[in-house]
């Protein structure tokens, strides 16, 4: 940090990236009310560490660089490892001939999609939420899991390759007449 800069206050923090670190561990872990206890562990932690923060990379991503490993360490936990389950071996998709709500249809592709998100390795799936969806640079990406750019660039690239031949062997991506992207599940 800048010695003429007043170190930030944990309330100005948490003021400003309290709905981006739950946001970002929602999409980790894929539960809201995990991410939520999750987001508390995180501040606390920022709490904990502000007094030792030496401003060697910017506070968001030493946030998220907590916030990343709240969520691995929470994942890692034997009671709480992801059931990983084949998208053969998932539930059938509500035949498309049938009337169904739209919010039903696009939470069945959204409940497939985050299936496959889930099953990534955890360094594959932070380096794809934090670039990805999050927005973050690849160069944040590196230094939040702590590695180099190109790992990082090589873990968000098998990502997408992994993320891609799960859903083209899988799903079958249409746009009906409203021009809306659909799913349905390959027979």
Known sequence: MNDEAEPPTFRAIADDLTQALRHYLERYVGDPAVAQELSQETLMRINQGLPDFAGRSSLKTWAFAIANRVAADYLRHPDRRWHIVELDEAAEVVDPDTAVDDKMVLGEMNACIRGVIDSLPDNYRAALVLHDL?????????????????????????????LKEALSTHCAFYRDPENVLRCDRKA
């Open 134 to 162: 999050e927005g973050l640079s690849t160069e944040q990406t590196a230094e939040i899991c702590a590695c180099t750019l190109a790992t990082a660039k090589i873990r968000i690239h098998r990502a997408r390759q992994r």
